[in-house]
């Protein structure tokens, strides 16, 4: 009996720590996808606020909604400025040249990424 329960208790303390691991990994996704739907947002919304002004009269007294949009969507980036989009280019990259230099290529980029990773409906 104390034989057998040596054998087992490895055994035990495997599928133990698997599971933990998968449950980890399942965390780790989820948060993934979370902050790929958020960036995908903001980045619509960016879009959305800067579309709209362009049909305005600028009015320098205003509050800048579209630089406040563009914060937005930096802010978001930060956690996935990593990841590649193509063209050699990171996330961070295209997202910077797009919202600060109105970089079309950039912005397409950013956009075709937020379909790759299944949230194409949030942006423009």
């Not at 933990?20 to 606020?49: F, H, I, M, P, V």
Request: proline fraction near 5%; charge should be negative.
């Amino acid at each position: 009996m104390a034989r057998m329960l040596k054998a087992a208790l490895p055994v035990v303390a495997l599928v133990v720590l698997g599971a933990g691991c998968s449950s980890a990994q399942g965390q780790d996704d989820q948060r993934l996808t979370e902050r790929r739907e958020n960036y995908c947002t903001q980045l619509g919304g960016w879009q959305k606020t800067r579309n709209a002004a362009a049909e305005d009269a600028p009015d320098p007294d205003e509050y800048d909604e579209v630089g406040a949009a563009a914060q937005d969507v930096l802010l978001a980036m930060r956690p996935l400025r990593d990841e590649p989009v193509g063209q050699g280019r990171t996330l961070g990259e295209a997202t910077a040249a797009a919202t600060e230099n109105s970089d079309p290529e950039a912005e397409g980029l950013a956009v075709r990424y937020c379909g790759e990773v299944g949230f194409e409906t949030l942006t423009r």
